[in-house]
């Protein structure tokens, strides 16, 4: 019962909803779980030593990790915990000083920020501690807005490979990427939600799904979702409705487009053999585009077609 009312209140936490009820006692119970967080690149450490005012300021950790202190020299910083480096430098002015007291803590983080844009109440770049879970940054991020059934997440290669099933290097070899679906995220059991956050790591919460339609006379008529692109060619389109069929005319093929008026609009007619022979140059697909093949049998396909393109229940192909 306590595992059931713990999470219907972190789902309404996530989707923005205030819930005070039972909040102190949660902090109270997870502070103590919450790992020490670890010092990174281009923090900023203030540091306090008796009878050392040399050291006693802020100190800014370089690029590489490193404090450049007097007396104590280089420490290689990033890694440490606080208490960690306490007992470094503690170690290092023990040449001068008889029992060093030494204290530190980290005065601005700057070595771990997370990116979550989309669909979320308040889409921004933030510093996050160490052991920050997927579904941590979404709510600091003031919960869903609207979205998708998808969001992505990507990270540099240099934390390696997303520890997630959906997980895939891209193509340049400097990112892996994952599209996990929103309900899996917002299930606190999964491992996606416990997805622990890495700096630079970027959160894309997708808005509501982007479809480009295909209808007529191909094998598979549908849709294609527009997941992780803004376009889709249309050979792409037409490979995921395995192609045309026998009774189709593909040189009178249209692209059909919502205009601002909310009507759907011709963009004139394409020659599919010609594109698919390189005759004719591809062309790109947006949300909400129907490819219209027509059936040499039927005339004015396209505009009695574009109607029901959009209705509810459409199968999706696949998804870009």
């Known amino acids: 019962m306590k595992r059931r009312a713990a999470t219907v209140l972190l789902l309404l936490s996530l989707w923005g909803i205030p819930c005070l009820a039972g909040q102190a006692g949660q902090e109270s119970s997870t502070a103590s779980k919450v790992p020490q967080d670890r010092i990174g690149p281009n ?7 008796l009878e050392s005012d040399e050291i006693s300021k802020t100190w800014r950790v370089n690029d590489v990790g490193d404090l450049d202190l007097p007396l104590v020299g280089r420490i290689h910083a990033a890694g440490l915990t606080v208490g960690e480096l306490e007992e470094q430098l503690a170690a290092g002015l023990k040449q001068y000083i008889r029992n060093p007291q030494v204290s530190a803590f980290i005065a601005e983080g700057r070595s771990r920020p997370v ?8 889409p921004a770049t933030m510093e ?7 579904l941590a940054v979404i709510q600091m991020a003031g919960g869903l807005d609207a979205p998708g059934a ?43 939600s416990r997805l622990e956050m890495q700096p630079h790591d970027v ?12 209808i ?5 008529p549908g849709a294609v979702e527009l997941a992780t692109q803004n376009t889709v060619s249309v050979m792409q389109v037409l490979a995921a409705a395995g192609g045309i069929t026998k009774l189709s ?7 059909m487009r ?19 022979t390189g005759r004719q140059e591809d062309r790109l697909l947006s949300s909400g585009d129907i490819l219209v093949v027509p059936s040499s049998a039927l005339k004015g396909y396209a505009q009695m077609a574009s109607a029901s393109a959009v209705s509810t229940g459409v199968l999706i192909l696949t998804r870009f």
Do not use: C, F, W
């Open 203 to 214: 959160v894309s919460v997708l808005n509501q799904k982007r479809l480009v339609y295909v």
């Open 258 to 276: 919502l205009e601002s008026s909310g009507v759907y609009k011709p963009m004139g007619k394409i020659d599919l053999k010609a594109i698919m």
């Open 43 to 49: 923090d900023s450490i203030t540091i306090s030593a």
């Open 249 to 255: 005319s593909p040189g009178k093929t249209q692209i």
């Open 128 to 134: 996050v501690t160490s052991g920050t879970t997927l």
């Open 216 to 220: 007529g006379e191909v094998n598979r």
């Open 115 to 122: 990116t979550v844009a989309g669909a979320v109440h308040r």
């Open 150 to 192: 998808t969001l992505i997440v990507s990270r540099e290669a240099k934390y390696g490979i997303l520890p997630l099933p959906e997980a895939k290097m891209d193509a340049d070899g400097r990112h892996s990427s994952a599209e996990v679906a929103i309900n899996v995220v917002t299930d606190p059991t999964s491992a996606a």
